[in-house]
C-alpha cells in the first residue's frame, strides 16, 4: 500500500481536515489543475490549492471559523445519508439498487448529485 510519510500539523484541529486535503491535492493533481479546473479554483477563496495545499494562515478569522462549522455540518450530511441510505445486514450496508451507469445516454444518480452540488457551490460562490 502506498502512502505519503505524515507531515506535522500546523492548522488548528478544526481546520486539519482541509490541511489534509490540500496536502493530497498538491501531491496528486498536477499545479495546472488550480487553473484549468472550475472547482479547485474556487477553493483558492478558501485558501486550498494544488500548488500551495492549504494556505490557512492566510486567512481571517470569520473564513476559519466558517470552515471549522463546514466540517461539522459536512460530517452530519454525510452521517446522515449513510443512515438513510439502502439497509444494514449483520453491520454491513447494501444498496438494493443499482447503478443507471451501464445504461447508455444516462447518468448515474451519484454522477447527478455531483454536478448539483458543484452546481450549487459554483452558485454560492459566485
Known amino acids: 500500500m502506498f502512502a505519503l510519510p505524515l507531515r ?12 489534509e486535503l490540500g496536502h493530497w491535492m498538491n501531491f496528486w493533481l498536477p499545479a495546472t489543475t488550480d487553473s484549468s479546473d472550475a472547482l479547485v479554483n474556487a477553493f483558492q477563496q478558501i485558501g486550498l ?3 500551495r495545499g492549504f494556505a490557512w494562515s492566510t486567512l481571517d478569522e470569520p473564513v476559519k471559523h466558517g470552515l471549522g462549522r ?3 455540518a459536512g460530517s452530519q450530511i454525510v452521517d446522515a445519508a449513510w443512515a438513510s441510505t439502502g ?9 438494493s439498487t443499482r447503478s443507471r451507469v ?4 444516462t447518468i448515474s ?3 447527478q448529485r455531483w454536478r448539483n452540488r458543484r452546481s450549487a457551490l459554483n452558485s454560492a460562490i459566485s
Open 8 to 19: 506535522p500539523a500546523e492548522a488548528a484541529a478544526n481546520l486539519r481536515f482541509f490541511e
Open 49 to 51: 490549492s494544488t500548488a
Open 70 to 72: 463546514a466540517i461539522q
Open 87 to 95: 439497509e444494514t445486514t449483520n453491520g454491513w450496508k447494501y444498496r
Open 102 to 105: 451501464d445504461v447508455p445516454g
Open 109 to 111: 444518480l451519484y454522477e
